[in-house]
């Protein structure tokens, strides 16, 4: 997946059962890749966030900020001093970054990366106080969620107005304050279009989602699956 060509990679610790042991061989084996290795935390605690980027990730994507505080607790969780607490230690992180570290907690506040999720509708009317946060670089939109907490279907795009408005405040406040706006969707075609409305951090599925789309196609095309014979062996 490294290799493939894609600007960056998110190591998924929300949903998806990997522990921290195999996010940090993801995150070297990203690295070795000449891709950047992100990590969408389980929760926005400081414990989870140093932990990954004390071994090796390039940057936080945390999920579900619904307020100023919460996104103030993003940062200083993940800046060192002045501009947060983060604490000073470990090998790892400097090493994914083939460098000393010394020459990382130099430069760290300049290079990771601090992403904020807004995907909830709470968020969404706070998003002119997250956003304004000194030191978050981007402000990820979770569609999914989003529109769950609206009341209605989770899905990751729809031409429901509140869904659609939303989406155009966060985008809107993101470029007012210099953050990239960006967004998950479910494909390349979606992702083709996000770029040209001007969004610039675009997830696309995941690798699950991809395996399993090119299983069924070929499953579909060999005429397998449901309501389909099967060779019994």
Known sequence: MARVGFDWLTVEL??????????????????????????RVPWNTGENIKRVLDNGAWGVVVPMVNSR????????AARYQPLGNRSVGGQLHAASFDTDPATYYE?????????????????????????????????????????????????FDSDDRQFVEALQHVYQTARKHGVAPGIHVVDAAAAQRRLKEGWQFIAITSEAGMMLAKAREIANTLGLGAGKGVAKY
């Open 14 to 39: 929300e949903h998806a059962p990997i522990d921290i042991e195999t996010a940090v061989q993801s995150f070297g084996a990203i690295a070795a890749g000449g891709c950047a290795p992100l990590v």
């Open 69 to 76: 505080a919460e996104a103030e607790a993003v940062v200083d």
């Open 107 to 155: 430069r760290a506040n300049e290079e990771i990366l601090v992403v904020v999720m807004i995907e909830h509708v709470k968020g969404v009317e706070a998003a002119e106080a997250i956003i304004s946060v000194a030191g978050v670089d981007a402000v990820f939109i979770g569609p999914n969620d989003l529109s769950n907490s609206m009341g209605k279907k989770p899905v």
